[in-house]
T-cell receptor
Framework: KNEVEQSPQNLTAQEGEFITINCSYSVGISALHWLQQHPGGGIVSLFMLSSGKKKHGRLIATINIQEKHSSLHITASHPRDSAVYICAVMGSNYKLTFGKGTLLTVNP | GAGVSQSPSNKVTEKGKDVELRCDPISGHTALYWYRQRLGQGLEFLIYFQGNSAPDKSGLPSDRFSAERTGESVSTLTIQRTQQEDSAVYLC???????????FGPGTRLTVL
C-alpha cells in the first residue's frame, strides 16, 4: 500500500464545475504539498500546508491532520486547469513522498 | 527573477556511458532536491542537500548514482554506466530551507539507448 493515496486517478469535468481531489496518507507528516504538473512536464507548487486551509485564487486546499486527509478544490474550473495534480507529504526526515497524481481534464 | 535551471534539457546517451546532470537552484536557497520521473509514473525522491551536505542518500537507486553540491549552489547528479532503466526525467527543486515551498526546475530528459 502506498503511503500516499490520491483519488480519483482520472477526473473529467465540464468548464465551470467544482472539482475536488482527495489525498490520504498513512504516516506522520510535517507538511503536505499540492503540486500541478502541466502537459509539457513543468511542475508548479500550489500549496504547502500543515494545518487548516489555504486559498489562492480559485484553488483551495484543506488538511485534517487527525484524519490524515487533504483535499484540493478548484472552483469555476476552466480548461486551462487541465493538468496532473500531485499530493506529496514530507515526513520527519524531510523526504517528500508522492502520490501517483490525478489527471484532470476540463472540457469547454 | 531567475528560477531553478537545469542542463541539459535533453540528453541521449548510449548504455554504459556516464552522464552528468546539472542543477542551478534559486540564489539563497539552502535546500536542494533531486527527483526522478519515469515515463507514465510518479515522482521518486532521490536525494536532498542541506547546504553542501546530503544527510539522506537513501533514495539513490544504486551505487551508480552520485550527487554533489558546491558553494551551497550548483548541484551535479552523476549516473555512471547508464542503463536503459535510467531513462527518465530528472527534476531538481530548491527551497529556502526544509519545510518550505519547493520550486522546481524544468527537468532533464535522459534517454539511454
Amino acid at each position: 500500500k502506498n503511503e500516499v493515496e490520491q483519488s480519483p486517478q482520472n477526473l473529467t469535468a465540464q468548464e465551470g464545475e467544482f472539482i475536488t481531489i482527495n489525498c490520504s496518507y498513512s504516516v506522520g507528516i510535517s507538511a503536505l504539498h499540492w503540486l500541478q504538473q502541466h502537459p509539457g512536464g513543468g511542475i508548479v507548487s500550489l500549496f504547502m500546508l500543515s494545518s487548516g486551509k489555504k486559498k489562492h485564487g480559485r484553488l483551495i486546499a484543506t488538511i485534517n491532520i487527525q484524519e490524515k486527509h487533504s483535499s484540493l478544490h478548484i472552483t469555476a474550473s476552466h480548461p486551462r486547469d487541465s493538468a496532473v495534480y500531485i499530493c506529496a507529504v514530507m515526513g520527519s526526515n524531510y523526504k517528500l513522498t508522492f502520490g501517483k497524481g490525478t489527471l484532470l481534464t476540463v472540457n469547454p | 527573477g531567475a528560477g531553478v535551471s537545469q542542463s541539459p534539457s535533453n540528453k541521449v546517451t548510449e548504455k554504459g556511458k556516464d552522464v552528468e546532470l546539472r542543477c542551478d537552484p534559486i540564489s539563497g536557497h539552502t535546500a536542494l532536491y533531486w527527483y526522478r520521473q519515469r515515463l507514465g509514473q510518479g515522482l521518486e525522491f532521490l536525494i536532498y542537500f542541506q547546504g553542501n551536505s546530503a544527510p539522506d542518500k537513501s533514495g539513490l537507486p544504486s551505487d551508480r548514482f552520485s550527487a554533489e553540491r558546491t558553494g551551497e549552489s550548483v548541484s551535479t547528479l552523476t549516473i555512471q554506466r547508464t542503463q536503459q532503466e535510467d531513462s527518465a526525467v530528472y527534476l531538481c527543486a530548491s527551497s529556502l530551507g526544509f519545510n518550505n515551498e519547493q520550486f522546481f526546475g524544468p527537468g532533464t530528459r535522459l534517454t539511454v539507448l
